[in-house]
């Protein structure tokens, strides 16, 4: 079967760097993707990697191992605002997008 | 960045009646579109994945006599929840993707909201 894994929730304080795991176990890959949604909101798009490496934009960050099936968000100086529901999702050898369930991520102050 | 937007964001019928609710992409040409439902505290589901001018693909388990799916243009999908059901209740998401360089990346619609009593 495919699946995506990652964290049910997480809890980090305003200010603070968070870093979100997702493994994935599909039939091939080509690409990985991290959404944001907000309560009672439609997801929005943070990232996409194809490539191994580091993405970088802004605040937010995604890595991606394709060899461990790994992939990471990484959120700094974290905000009341990003207290949300991160979702991962991988594009499978069909172009299908498998999602995971999704890591609702509470901010502190 | 692409928009999509669903009309109508919000809707309450009674047990029976049938329900449509349009995708529309504003300024870009969706050469496929996704239908997705989600409960409460749950992720997205895919119920189908329509491209224009031909019929929508299903998920297994979605009944495709009961949410039809018709994709006329390519900036245009509609949804049809026929004979709704309180267990139809749910929010529904759609998005589409074009090509380009982020050929690959699906915008969201802002969702509907569903509720039948």
């Known amino acids: 079967g495919q699946n995506i894994d990652q964290p049910t929730e997480m809890t980090a304080t305003e200010g603070a760097i968070v870093q979100i795991n997702c493994t994935y176990q599909t039939s091939g890959f080509n690409g990985l993707f991290w959404y944001q949604q907000h309560a009672g909101e439609a997801p929005t798009f943070l990232s996409y990697n194809v490539l191994d490496g580091l993405e970088e934009k802004g605040r937010f960050s995604s890595f991606l191992s394709r060899s461990k099936g790994y992939s990471y968000l990484l959120l700094k100086e974290l905000q009341m605002k990003d207290s949300a529901s991160y979702l991962c999702?991988?594009?499978?050898?069909?172009?299908?997008?498998?999602w995971g369930a999704g890591t609702k991520l509470i901010i502190k102050p | 960045g692409a928009v999509v937007s669903q009309h109508p964001s919000w809707v309450i019928c009674k047990s029976g009646t049938s329900v449509k609710i349009e995708c529309r992409s504003l300024d870009f040409q969706a050469t496929t579109m996704f239908w997705y439902r989600q409960f409460p505290k749950q992720s997205l589901m895919l119920m189908a994945t329509s491209n224009e001018g031909s019929k929508a693909t299903y998920e297994q388990g979605v009944e495709k006599d009961k949410f039809l799916i018709n994709h006329a243009s390519l900036t245009l999908s509609t949804l049809t929840v026929t004979s709704a059901h309180p267990e139809d209740s749910s929010f529904y998401i759609c998005?589409?993707?074009?090509?380009?360089?982020?050929?690959?990346?699906?915008?969201f619609g802002p969702g509907t909201r569903l509720l039948v009593l």
């Open positions: 999702a991988v594009k499978n050898s069909n172009y299908q997008l498998i």
């Open positions: 998005s589409a993707r074009f090509g380009g360089r982020e050929w690959e990346t699906q915008y």
